[in-house]
């Protein structure tokens, strides 16, 4: 066995043995809201839309994958929309 067949063994192992985790797209998916809301605003019924803002611990540590949108119209009425992983 060479040093690179060794190496690659020992490498494989290691992730083969790491607890599997899933991607959610809440960003991929929240980012794409924000960017439709503000392009496909064609009659200005929107005054603001915010960035995504992160579900964080009070620590600053991620809390989930969810997602908030804050919309705001030009009546001045809010919205918030939410994206979040449903298990």
Same mark, same amino acid.
């Given at each position: ?14 992730? $083969?043995?790491?607890? %599997? ?16 809301? @503000? ?11 915010? +960035?995504? @803002? ?11 994958? @969810? ?5 705001? $119209? +030009?009546?001045? +009425? @809010?919205? +918030? ?5 449903? %298990?």
């Amino acid at each position: 066995m060479t040093h690179f067949d060794t190496m690659n063994t020992i490498v494989n192992q290691f992730f $083969d043995n790491l607890p %599997k985790s899933y991607v959610a797209y809440c960003d991929y998916i929240a980012h794409n809201i924000v960017g439709n809301l @503000k392009a496909n605003d064609t009659e200005r019924l929107l005054a603001s839309v915010s +960035r995504p @803002k992160y579900d964080l611990t009070e620590s600053g540590g991620f809390a989930s994958t @969810k997602k908030t949108i804050e919309v705001e $119209d +030009r009546n001045g +009425r @809010k919205y +918030r929309v939410t994206v979040e992983e449903v %298990k």
